[in-house]
């Protein structure tokens, strides 16, 4: 009998639905798989609006559900649940947070699950809050596997701007290709053969160590306190915000302008100073700054570290 594998995604722009069906290509014959993607009743536009992006922030951050479409998940015993989902403000996307809190996540209790990351960057306090999800419904965390762009930091801002606002993905000018790059998810086939053999062989517990000798994760310690600073800051501004109502208030708006424009000064004004800072703290730390690396790259699950 093949293995059964439910997918539960949410992809906006299409790239990480692209990216899970690479990932499965070379064993999609030799497994049971279902996929149910994640809608909301009232979805975000894409591409977004500057004022529905950074209007959505303070909810992302919390963790406040949106009410989302019926979701058709066939009644199966699943070996495998993989959650693909891209993280928003340095915290799991609405979406991904509104099926996580939906009676539907009721499917993942006692199920082994693996999640995808799409992301540009910074992911790190997003799988945080999907691990302390997952422990709530009673699910199982096996594997982990990020795909980030990997341009430099500066040059990939401009592109998910581009990307974000006007749905151009492509390279154009100098700027290169939005994203995750092609070649990054045409690789992905690679990580196909090693689920299906850990489900074949039942050893899911053994997975993410195999998944990390392929390069699953990727990650500079430097994002652990930029991450860190910034999650902080957002936590505090989603409060702020909160304060004068829900999403799509328009007495918040000013507060929401005031968020826009100190993110965007600290972006493209003080990220080479913080980026300098974080490198420095990250060499005079390093032995703590290793056993972060090693954490953040597994899938145990500690209360607290970011």
Known sequence: MKPS??????????QLRTIIDNMLAPVKDQLDV?????????????????????DAMPECVEEIPAAIKPMSIPDKNYDLVILGYQPWFLSPSVPTTSFLKSDYAKVLKGKPVLTVVGCRNMWLNAQERIKASLQNVGARIVGNI?????????????T???????????ASGMLPEAGVQTADINAATRFGSTILNSLQAQKLDELQPALLAQKAVELKPTL??????GITNFRKFAKYIRAKGDRGNPERKSRVMLFKRLLLTGIFVLSPISGATAKLQSI????????????FKGIEYKQGVI
Do not use: C
């Open 34 to 54: 279902t996929y149910s993607e994640i809608e909301l009743e009232n979805p975000f536009p894409f591409p977004w609006s500057s004022d529905s992006f950074f």
């Open 284 to 295: 005079f730390k390093r032995r703590s700054f290793k056993s972060l690396l090693s954490y």
């Open 146 to 158: 990020v795909f980030a762009d990997t341009n430099h930091n500066l040059v990939a801002l401009f």
């Open 160 to 170: 998910i701007i581009r990307w974000m606002f006007t749905g151009k993905k492509e």
């Open 5 to 14: 594998v439910l997918v539960v995604y949410f992809s906006q722009s299409g």
């Open 224 to 229: 652990i306190v930029l991450e860190r600073r």
